[in-house]
C-alpha cells in the first residue's frame, strides 16, 4: 500500500514538470532578490525559468490522464491554455521592462516578478484542476498574487484604491463560490467533478438545491471573467493598476477563468454517455444553456455600451474587456466541439491583440504622460509606426478583416448559428458594431484631429517597437493563414469531450 501511494506520488509529480518549473523559479527569484539586488537578474530569472516551464510543457504535448488521484487533469485542453497562460507570462515580463511607472520607484522588484510567477503558478492549476478543493486553492493562489500586483505601485492613489477594491469583491465572491461548492459536496458525497457527474445522472438531484449551488459556484468564475453582474470591480481595477498587470489580468487570468468555467459545467452537468452535441444533464428540468446565454448578452451589452461613454482609453479597453467575455461565453452555451473550437481560437487571437493594444498605450502614456482619448489627437503623425499598429489592434479587436479578430468572431459566431441560437448570434453581431465606434474614436484622434499640430516627433526605443510589432505582425498573418491554430484548437477539443 505505501509502496502504491509513493509510486503514485513520484509518476503524478512527473506530470506537473511545468508547475514545478514555475514553482521553483519562483523560490530562485527570491533568494536571488536577496542576494543580487538587481532588477535584471531578477528579470533574467523569470524569464527563463518560464522558458524552461513551456519547455516541460511541449515535452508532455499529447499526454491525457490525470494526477494525484484526479485533482488535476492533464490534457490537451488544458495544455492550449498553459500555452496561452506561458505566452502572457513572457510578454508581461518584457513588457515590465517598459513600464516606467514601475522602474520609476526607489524600489526592487523581486517581489513583483516573484507574484507574476506565483499568479502563472496558480493559473496553471486552475486550467486543469477537477477537483472542488483543488479548483478553489487554485483560484485563491491566482488571486493572492493578483490583488498585490493589482496595488503594487501604491505611490499612486488610484492604484491603492483597486488594489482594494479588488480585494472586497474578490472575497466575496470567493466566499459565495465556496458555499455553492459546500451544498455540492453535501448532495452527492464528493469533491471530485467526474464522481459528482456520476451521481446526478445516476440519483437525480434536488432541483433548488442543485441550481443555487450551481448558480454560486458560476459566480465565483464570472467573476474572474468580468462577466456581469459580477465585473463591478474590473473598470476600476484595470484603470489603477500598472498597465503590465491590467493586461496580465484582461488575457491570462481570464483564460484560467474560462479554462475551469468550460471544465465545470462540462463535468458536471454534461451527459458523459451521450455525444458532445447531446443535452446536459438537467437540461429538461434546469435551462443552464438560457441561464448561460442571458450571462453571456448582459455582459457584451453592458461592456460594449458603457465603453461608448469612455474618455480613458484604459478605461475603455476594460469595459471593452468585459464585452469580450460575452462573446466568449456564446461558445459556452452551445458546449459542442465548434463551440469550444471558437473559444480557444479567440483566446488565442484575442491575447495577441489585446496586449499589443495595451502596449502601445503603455508607450504612450510614458511620452504624453495621459491616456486620455483627447491627447491622442494628432499622435498618429508623432509617431506613425505605433499609431498604425494601435489601429491594426483596434480593428481586430472589432473583428473587421483581415485581421485574426474577424477569424476569431467568424468561428465563433458561426458555432452558434451552427447550434440554431440564432437570436444570440444577432446580438453578438449588433454588439460588435456597436464596439466599432469606441474603437474608432481612437483611430479618428490619433490620425484625423490636429493633423498639423505642430509638435516633434516622438522617439521610442527600438525594443519596445519590436515587442509590439512581435503581436502585430501575427495578428495580421492569422487573419489569412489560420489554420494551424484552428487545428490546434480543434485537436484539443476533441480529445476533451472523447471523441
Given at each position: 500500500?505505501?509502496?502504491?501511494?509513493?509510486?503514485?506520488?513520484?509518476?503524478?509529480?512527473?506530470?506537473?514538470?511545468?508547475?514545478?518549473?514555475?514553482?521553483?523559479?519562483?523560490?530562485?527569484?527570491?533568494?536571488?532578490?536577496?542576494?543580487?539586488?538587481?532588477?535584471?537578474?531578477?528579470?533574467?530569472?523569470?524569464?527563463?525559468?518560464?522558458?524552461?516551464?513551456?519547455?516541460?510543457?511541449?515535452?508532455?504535448?499529447?499526454?491525457?490522464?490525470?494526477?494525484?488521484?484526479?485533482?488535476?487533469?492533464?490534457?490537451?485542453?488544458?495544455?492550449?491554455?498553459?500555452?496561452?497562460?506561458?505566452?502572457?507570462?513572457?510578454?508581461?515580463?518584457?513588457?515590465?521592462?517598459?513600464?516606467?511607472?514601475?522602474?520609476?520607484?526607489?524600489?526592487?522588484?523581486?517581489?513583483?516578478?516573484?507574484?507574476?510567477?506565483?499568479?502563472?503558478?496558480?493559473?496553471?492549476?486552475?486550467?486543469?484542476?477537477?477537483?472542488?478543493?483543488?479548483?478553489?486553492?487554485?483560484?485563491?493562489?491566482?488571486?493572492?498574487?493578483?490583488?498585490?500586483?493589482?496595488?503594487?505601485?501604491?505611490?499612486?492613489?488610484?492604484?491603492?484604491?483597486?488594489?482594494?477594491?479588488?480585494?472586497?469583491?474578490?472575497?466575496?465572491?470567493?466566499?459565495?463560490?465556496?458555499?455553492?461548492?459546500?451544498?455540492?459536496?453535501?448532495?452527492?458525497?464528493?469533491?471530485?467533478?467526474?464522481?459528482?457527474?456520476?451521481?446526478?445522472?445516476?440519483?437525480?438531484?434536488?432541483?433548488?438545491?442543485?441550481?443555487?449551488?450551481?448558480?454560486?459556484?458560476?459566480?465565483?468564475?464570472?467573476?474572474?471573467?468580468?462577466?456581469?453582474?459580477?465585473?463591478?470591480?474590473?473598470?476600476?481595477?484595470?484603470?489603477?493598476?500598472?498597465?503590465?498587470?491590467?493586461?496580465?489580468?484582461?488575457?491570462?487570468?481570464?483564460?484560467?477563468?474560462?479554462?475551469?468555467?468550460?471544465?465545470?459545467?462540462?463535468?458536471?452537468?454534461?451527459?458523459?454517455?451521450?455525444?458532445?452535441?447531446?443535452?446536459?444533464?438537467?437540461?429538461?428540468?434546469?435551462?443552464?444553456?438560457?441561464?448561460?446565454?442571458?450571462?453571456?448578452?448582459?455582459?457584451?451589452?453592458?461592456?460594449?455600451?458603457?465603453?461608448?461613454?469612455?474618455?480613458?482609453?484604459?478605461?475603455?479597453?476594460?469595459?471593452?474587456?468585459?464585452?469580450?467575455?460575452?462573446?466568449?461565453?456564446?461558445?459556452?452555451?452551445?458546449?459542442?466541439?465548434?463551440?469550444?473550437?471558437?473559444?480557444?481560437?479567440?483566446?488565442?487571437?484575442?491575447?495577441?491583440?489585446?496586449?499589443?493594444?495595451?502596449?502601445?498605450?503603455?508607450?504612450?502614456?510614458?511620452?504624453?504622460?495621459?491616456?486620455?482619448?483627447?491627447?491622442?489627437?494628432?499622435?498618429?503623425?508623432?509617431?506613425?509606426?505605433l499609431a498604425s499598429l494601435l489601429t491594426l489592434f483596434l480593428v481586430s479587436l472589432t473583428g473587421l478583416p483581415p485581421t485574426a479578430g474577424f477569424i476569431g468572431k467568424l468561428v465563433l459566431f458561426g458555432a452558434v448559428l451552427d447550434s440554431g441560437w440564432y437570436w444570440l448570434a444577432v446580438i453578438g453581431v449588433l454588439n460588435s458594431v456597436v464596439s466599432l465606434y469606441y474603437y474608432a474614436k481612437v483611430v479618428r484622434n490619433m490620425w484625423l484631429r490636429k493633423?498639423?499640430?505642430?509638435?516633434?516627433?516622438?522617439?521610442?526605443?527600438?525594443?519596445?517597437?519590436?515587442?509590439?510589432?512581435?503581436?502585430?505582425?501575427?495578428?495580421?498573418?492569422?487573419?489569412?493563414?489560420?489554420?494551424?491554430?484552428?487545428?490546434?484548437?480543434?485537436?484539443?477539443?476533441?480529445?476533451?469531450?472523447?471523441?
Amino acid at each position: 500500500m505505501y509502496n502504491a501511494v509513493v509510486n503514485e506520488l513520484i509518476g503524478s509529480l512527473g506530470l506537473i514538470k511545468p508547475e514545478l518549473a514555475l514553482l521553483v523559479t519562483f523560490v530562485v527569484v527570491i533568494i536571488a532578490d536577496l542576494i543580487f539586488k538587481n532588477n535584471k537578474v531578477n528579470l533574467g530569472l523569470s524569464i527563463l525559468g518560464t522558458i524552461v516551464s513551456g519547455i516541460f510543457l511541449i515535452g508532455m504535448s499529447g499526454t491525457n490522464t490525470s494526477a494525484f488521484a484526479n485533482l488535476i487533469a492533464v490534457d490537451p485542453f488544458s495544455e492550449f491554455f498553459k500555452y496561452l497562460i506561458l505566452i502572457s507570462t513572457l510578454i508581461v515580463l518584457v513588457m515590465s521592462e517598459f513600464s516606467e511607472e514601475l522602474h520609476n520607484r526607489d524600489v526592487w522588484m523581486g517581489e513583483y516578478y516573484m507574484l507574476v510567477l506565483g499568479m502563472a503558478l496558480g493559473m496553471f492549476l486552475l486550467a486543469g484542476a477537477t477537483n472542488l478543493i483543488m479548483i478553489y486553492l487554485a483560484l485563491e493562489t491566482m488571486s493572492m498574487s493578483s490583488y498585490i500586483l493589482s496595488g503594487y505601485t501604491k505611490e499612486i492613489k488610484r492604484s491603492s484604491e483597486a488594489s482594494l477594491k479588488y480585494v472586497i469583491f474578490g472575497s466575496l465572491s470567493s466566499g459565495i463560490m465556496i458555499y455553492g461548492m459546500s451544498i455540492l459536496f453535501g448532495m452527492t458525497g464528493s469533491l471530485d467533478l467526474y464522481a459528482i457527474q456520476s451521481y446526478l445522472a445516476a440519483n437525480g438531484f434536488f432541483q433548488p438545491a442543485i441550481f443555487i449551488s450551481g448558480l454560486m459556484v458560476i459566480a465565483g468564475f464570472a467573476y474572474k471573467i468580468s462577466a456581469v453582474p459580477f465585473h463591478f470591480w474590473t473598470p476600476d481595477v484595470y484603470e489603477g493598476s500598472p498597465i503590465t498587470i491590467t493586461a496580465y489580468l484582461s488575457v491570462a487570468s481570464k483564460a484560467a477563468g474560462f479554462a475551469v468555467l468550460v471544465r465545470f459545467i462540462k463535468l458536471t452537468f454534461f451527459d458523459a454517455a451521450g455525444s458532445s452535441d447531446e443535452s446536459w444533464i438537467m437540461m429538461n428540468s434546469i435551462p443552464w444553456d438560457m441561464v448561460l446565454a442571458v450571462l453571456a448578452v448582459a455582459t457584451m451589452t453592458l461592456g460594449n455600451i458603457v465603453a461608448l461613454w469612455q474618455s480613458n482609453v484604459k478605461r475603455m479597453l476594460a469595459y471593452s474587456s468585459i464585452a469580450h467575455a460575452g462573446y466568449l461565453l456564446m461558445g459556452i452555451v452551445v458546449m459542442t466541439n465548434t463551440g469550444l473550437m471558437s473559444i480557444l481560437v479567440y483566446f488565442f487571437f484575442y491575447l495577441l491583440m489585446n496586449f499589443g493594444a495595451f502596449i502601445v498605450v503603455m508607450l504612450f502614456a510614458h511620452k504624453i504622460g495621459s491616456e486620455e482619448m483627447d491627447d491622442y489627437e494628432g499622435i498618429g503623425y508623432q509617431a506613425p509606426v505605433l499609431a498604425s499598429l494601435l489601429t491594426l489592434f483596434l480593428v481586430s479587436l472589432t473583428g473587421l478583416p483581415p485581421t485574426a479578430g474577424f477569424i476569431g468572431k467568424l468561428v465563433l459566431f458561426g458555432a452558434v448559428l451552427d447550434s440554431g441560437w440564432y437570436w444570440l448570434a444577432v446580438i453578438g453581431v449588433l454588439n460588435s458594431v456597436v464596439s466599432l465606434y469606441y474603437y474608432a474614436k481612437v483611430v479618428r484622434n490619433m490620425w484625423l484631429r490636429k493633423v498639423d499640430n505642430g509638435k516633434g516627433t516622438l522617439k521610442f526605443s527600438i525594443q519596445s517597437q519590436a515587442l509590439v510589432m512581435v503581436l502585430g505582425i501575427p495578428t495580421l498573418v492569422f487573419g489569412l493563414f489560420f489554420g494551424p491554430i484552428m487545428r490546434w484548437a480543434e485537436h484539443s477539443v476533441r480529445i476533451f469531450l472523447g471523441n
